[in-house]
């Protein structure tokens, strides 16, 4: 009874760090996204050439793409390999435009460096981390308390 008692506990103590643990990813993967995204200016500065991230929001994933002639995937750099979002985690995406279901939806980065707004937030527990740009076109992460609904 005792061994029983113990592993109730156990199970009952790694379910709330679980729990804590669900933001704690859902933040780490909001700053990861972050990071490409200003990853992926520098690299557009630096080559003149258009970057794109095409993102997967039923999926929860995104890849990183260059313009040659057409959109094709970024392969020499590692930081930019194609990313899952972690399943337990909920995805929002927005860029002001229109598309069709099917469609994944393309975020372009122009040889200057200026990327088109959106919205990207991934969804936690207890909180909503929100990727989008501020009117300088800094990258910023922000947190908010969620709203179940």
Known sequence: MVVV???????????????????????QEARRFAAL???????????????????????????????????????????????????????RFDSGQEKDPDDNTLVVVDALGEIQPFFLTIIGKDFEYIVNLNAYQNVEVERKPHEAG
């Not at 156990?10 to 990813?25: K, P, Y």
């Not at 003149?48 to 970024?74: A, C, N, S």
């Open 5 to 27: 008692l113990l592993i109730g506990i156990t199970v009952a103590l790694i379910a709330v760090n679980l729990e804590r643990d669900i933001d704690q990813v859902a933040e």
């Open 37 to 91: 995204v200003d990853h992926l200016r520098d690299e557009s500065i630096l080559t003149g050439r258009l970057h794109g991230i095409e993102i997967d929001e039923p999926q929860g994933r995104y890849k990183f793409l260059i313009f040659d002639k057409k959109w094709v995937p970024v392969e020499r750099d590692d930081a930019f390999r194609p990313r899952v979002i972690p399943e337990y985690l909920n995805v």
